[in-house]
C-alpha cells in the first residue's frame, strides 16, 4: 500500500474493496486465501453447536433404544459397537458426503451442514478450497467408510462371519484417512509455515485435533479388538483341529472348551 | 519472450539464465514447477530400468529360494504370498523410505535410488517437490507397510494366527494410500487443470498407472483371501462349537469336516 500513500485514496470500507478485487474478507487462515463467494454464516457459534450435538445425542438415542429392543441379546460393548457404527455411518455419508458433493460450493453455504462446515472450517481452511488431498479422503470416507458402518450393525446384530473382517477395514481406513489428515496439515504448518487453522488454541485443540482424535482412539479400539478376536478364532479352529485329529473323542471337551473361550 | 523481440539479448544460452533466476531447466511437468538443485539424471534411462528390473529380479530370487528350502511345506500360494511380502518390504521400507527421509534433496540427487525417482517423477513431479500428501503417505507406506511386510513373511510361514488380520491390514493399507495417490493426481489434473505428468503417454500409462496398479490389484486379491478365509473361521467354528454342544459325541467326526472345509 505504500505506493498509494501519497495518492489519497477515497475512504471505502475494507470489505468493497476486497470484493472488488473478486476476493472475500474472511476469518479464516492462511491469511488471503480464496475462498470463492463467501459468506458469513448467519447462525452464530453456540447454535451451530447446539443443533450439532442435537443431532448426535439424537442418534446415539434412537440408535441406542433400536439395539437395546431389536438385538437385546448384544453384549453391552457390541451395544456400543452398534451405536458407535450408527454414528459414523450417519456423519460419513450424510455429513462428509455432503461436502465431498458441495466441495465447490461451500464458501456460500447457508444450510444447516453448509454452516456447519464453515464453522469447522475455522480450524482448517482446506474444506473451503477443495483441497485435493482432504477432497479425495473425504469422498473415499462417504463413499465406502460410511455405507459399511451400516453394514457393520447388521453384521453385529446378526454375529456374522464377516464381522470381524469388515470392522478392521472400516476401522483401519478411518484411522489411516485421520493420520493422513493429521500429518498432512501439521506438514505443511510446520515445514512450509502455512497453517490452515485460526490462532486461538479452541480451534486447533477442539476442532481440529480433539474431534478428530475420537477417530483415532474408537477405530484403534475395534481395530485391536477386531485382531484380537480373530487371532483366538483361528487359534482355537488349529487347537481343536490338532486335538480331534491326534487324541480322538477323549479330547472334544478340551476342544470344545477352546472354542468357549475364543 | 514477445515482449523482448527488438531488444536483441545476449546470446546466453538458457540454463545459466535459469540459474541465475534462482530456476533450473528440468523436463518435469507442470511446466515451471520448482525443482529446487535440479541436476539431470547421470545415467540413462535404459541402464536406470536395467537396474531397478535387476534389483526387483535379485529380490525375488533369493526370496523364491529361501521359501523353497526353509519352508518347503507352504502351498504355491503361500509361496507367491511370501514373494511379495518380501518385495514389498524391500520396496516400502528402502525405496520408498528413500524418499521419505530425502524429499527436500531429491533434485541434486545421483544415487541410484535417486536418479530411479528422479526417472519415476517424469510421471509424477510431486516426488521432487515434497507435496504434503504423497509425502506423508510414503512415510506412513515405508514406517508401516515396509516393516508389517516382513512380519508377514513370517506370518505366512509359521502359519501365525495373526497371518490373516495382518494380511488385511498390510494389504487395505496399499490399497488405500494408492486409491488416495490416484484420485489426488487425477482431481488436479482435471479439475484445476494442473498435470504433474509429462505428455508422453509412456510415463502416464507405464510408469503412473501401471507400476501403481500393481499394488491395487495383488493387494486387492490377499485382502479378499483375508476376509474369505477368516469368515470361514468364524463359520467353522460357529458350526462345530453348534455341532459339539447340540449332539454330543456323534457329531464329531462332522465337526472334523468343517475345520478341515475352513
Sequence with gaps: MNFFKSAQPPPIPAEPVAEALNHTV???YPLGVEIVNYLANEKDVIQLLTSFASLVGSILLVSWYGATKFAPHLKASDQLAV??????????FFF?????????????????????????ALSDSRYLTSDPFVLCMETITAIFWGPLSFVMVYFIITSHRYRYPLQAIVSLGQIYGDVLYYATCLFDHYHKSLSYCRPEAYYFWFYFFFMNFIWIV????????????????????????????TNGVSQKSTANGHIKNA
Excluded at 109 to 114: E, T
Aim: charged share 20%; proline share 5%; aromatic share 16%.
Design 83 to 92: 451405536l458407535w457404527f450408527v454414528l459414523c455411518g450417519m456423519i460419513h
Design 96 to 120: 462428509e458426503g455432503y461436502f465431498s458433493y458441495n466441495h465447490t460450493r461451500m464458501g456460500p453455504a447457508q444450510d444447516l451442514f453448509g454452516q456447519l462446515w464453515k464453522e469447522y
Design 218 to 245: 474408537i477405530p484403534s479400539s475395534l481395530l485391536y479388538d477386531s485382531i484380537r478376536t480373530t487371532g483366538k478364532a483361528f487359534k482355537a479352529l488349529e487347537r481343536m483341529s490338532n486335538s480331534l485329529k
Design 26 to 28: 474472511h476469518p479464516f
